[in-house]
């Protein structure tokens, strides 16, 4: 897979103008920042590795992408959770369903179990961490900085600063490490105190941490928030292009209030996702119908 250059558009939202950074469009399996993250193991050859060892949640977008990663490169997947809901099971969908197609082999944590506990042959083996948070995703989020640099160059863009939610907090640590601009983000899994954790364990230099900016509440990951949903309606009929369900809702709110510079670009990156939209507007109309 060779990385391409996804466009940037300028969007108008909520009576504010700004960049719209499309990695959403760059691949149907990998899509946004999973492109960037597995850009390593896509373009490179490891002929010792012969299982996918990872964890996170049972509709993870990163377990699907891994999934396709394992399949193309002919190795076994194997995939912990905390728990599978026995619906899911009787009715697969979604990233779960899309993965078990690919061969994924999906096991449950025991009670008290960590992912620490489960022992594997280290030699033959390839973990990856929830998220893709890992020293490698490097690869691919440093094209994504020179992308945003080159267009800043060609667009004589003189102050610009990038936006994007997290999750593991991976692509915004790694993309301000590489860019000269301000990178900003927000927690969308905890709290900032828990979003800067996880930056320490990837990169000690806070230099190349990114500003962290609080939401207007704590998320708990994969809740529903009615707020959220009308939010991204709202995004997908006045924009014309799809959100991921999850993130973005709190991306955007924070990014929108955000004190602006006037003399500045604003560019909010779309990091994709869009596999995980369809449980989770199951999961919406199911529990809001009038929505």
């Not at 299982?51 to 699907?64: H, L």
């Not at 620490?116 to 989020?141: M, R, V, Y």
């Not at 809702?249 to 004190?259: A, K, R, S």
Request: hydrophobic share 30%.
């Amino acid at each position: 897979m060779t990385l391409l250059d996804s466009p940037i558009d300028k969007i108008k939202f909520e009576n504010q103008s700004f960049l719209l950074k499309r990695d959403d469009l760059l691949s149907d399996d990998f899509s946004g920042n999973k492109a960037r993250k597995l850009y390593y193991f896509l373009n490179n050859e490891f002929p010792h590795i012969k299982t996918i060892v990872s964890y996170g949640s049972n509709q993870s977008n990163a377990m699907y992408s891994l999934s396709v990663l394992a399949k193309l490169k002919n190795w076994n997947f194997i995939y912990y959770c905390d728990h599978i809901p026995s619906v899911l099971k009787e009715n697969p969908s979604g990233n779960y369903k899309y993965a078990l197609h690919n061969g994924m082999q999906i096991k449950t944590l025991k009670e008290n179990q960590t992912i620490e506990d489960i022992n594997f042959d280290k030699d033959s083996t390839l973990f990856i961490k929830e998220g893709g948070a890992l020293q490698e995703a490097q690869e691919g989020i440093k094209l994504l900085a020179k992308e945003i640099q080159e267009y800043k160059v060609t667009s004589n863009i003189k102050k610009l600063k990038v936006f994007l939610p997290s999750g593991t907090g991976t692509t915004a640590l790694f993309l301000q490490k590489y860019l000269e601009d301000e990178v900003l983000t927000c927690p969308c899994v905890g709290d900032s105190l828990y979003l800067k954790k996880q930056f320490l364990e990837l990169e000690s230099n806070s230099n190349h941490h990114p500003t962290v900016i609080d939401t207007k509440r704590k998320y708990h990951f994969g809740k529903l928030y009615k707020e959220n949903y009308i939010l991204w309606k709202k995004l997908k009929e006045e924009t014309n292009i799809e959100f991921d369900l999850l993130y973005d809702p709190i991306g955007i709110e924070t990014f929108l209030n955000l004190q602006k510079d006037h003399e500045t670009s604003y560019l909010y990156i779309h990091q994709g996702g869009l596999k995980g939209n369809e449980t989770m507007i199951q999961r919406y109309n199911y529990k809001y119908p009038n929505l």
